[in-house]
């Protein structure tokens, strides 16, 4: 079944890496080139068939992974992600256990007094 390609309507493929890396070098050798870096990213995203704005987010990600602009790196990216995960995690299984100390309590209770 063909994509649907419709100017301005998002799509869902995913790009490999390899497919990104090679994006971003050529919108910078492309830049290094022609002196600037004006109207570069859409010349390689149509080059390419890709959207403007994913290539464009590509090589603002690779020069914040490279250390050429601040910014929250892929990896620390990653990380955050992890770490958030892992804190709901925690967190569901702290309100498991305050649950479960309390309906023990409860019950420790109820067998006192009898």
Do not use: C
């Amino acid at each position: 079944m063909p994509k649907d390609t419709t100017p301005g309507k998002p799509t869902t493929r995913r790009y490999s890496h390899e497919e990104k890396a090679a994006a971003v070098r050529m919108v910078r050798t492309l830049r290094a080139e022609l002196g600037t870096e004006h109207g570069t990213v859409q010349r390689v995203a149509s080059q390419l068939g890709y959207g403007t704005e994913s290539v464009r987010s590509w090589v603002r990600q690779a020069d914040i992974d490279e250390g050429n602009v601040a910014g929250l790196t892929t990896s620390d990216a990653a990380r955050l992600k992890a770490l958030e995960q892992e804190n709901r995690e925690l967190k569901r299984a702290n309100e498991i256990l305050k649950r479960a100390a309390s309906f023990f309590g409860a019950e420790l209770d109820r067998q006192h007094k009898k």
